[in-house]
Nanobody, 114 residues
Framework: QVQLVESGGGLVQPGGSLRLSCAAS????????MGWYRQAPGKQREYIAS???????NYANSVKGRFTISRDNAVNTVYLQMNSLKPEDTAVYYCASIGVQNYWGQGTQVYVAS
């Protein structure tokens, strides 16, 4: 069983930055890939970024060059550094533990508006 708790969301102006964190409980964190997804109002949940257990990263084209995913296995936490934020980045952001069974957090809201 893995429990994921996201934090770091909030209101930010266009062009600003936020850093999301996802703290995980459970012993399998370091063995699983971790991912970030988001869901905007009226839209389907979409993939943002992922990081393998070994640190290999992948990004959606919409965030490539602006967002950075990282992980610290010592504290069972995955991060999403978001720079140059745009209004279209407004969404609920979810982290996920990706493995034999996937686990999801409850999400953290990000608003990008002036």
């Amino acid at each position: 069983q893995v429990q994921l708790v996201e934090s770091g969301g909030g209101l930010v102006q266009p062009g600003g930055s936020l850093r999301l964190s996802c703290a995980a409980s459970g012993s399998i964190f370091s063995r699983n890939a971790m991912g970030w997804y988001r869901q905007a109002p009226g839209k389907q949940r979409e993939y943002i970024a992922s990081i393998s257990s070994g640190g290999l990263t992948n990004y959606a084209n919409s965030v490539k060059g602006r967002f950075t995913i990282s992980r610290d296995n010592a504290v069972n936490t995955v991060y999403l550094q978001m720079n140059s934020l745009k209004p279209e980045d407004t969404a609920v952001y979810y982290c996920a533990s990706i493995g034999v069974q996937n686990y999801w957090g409850q999400g953290t809201q990000v608003y990008v508006a002036s």
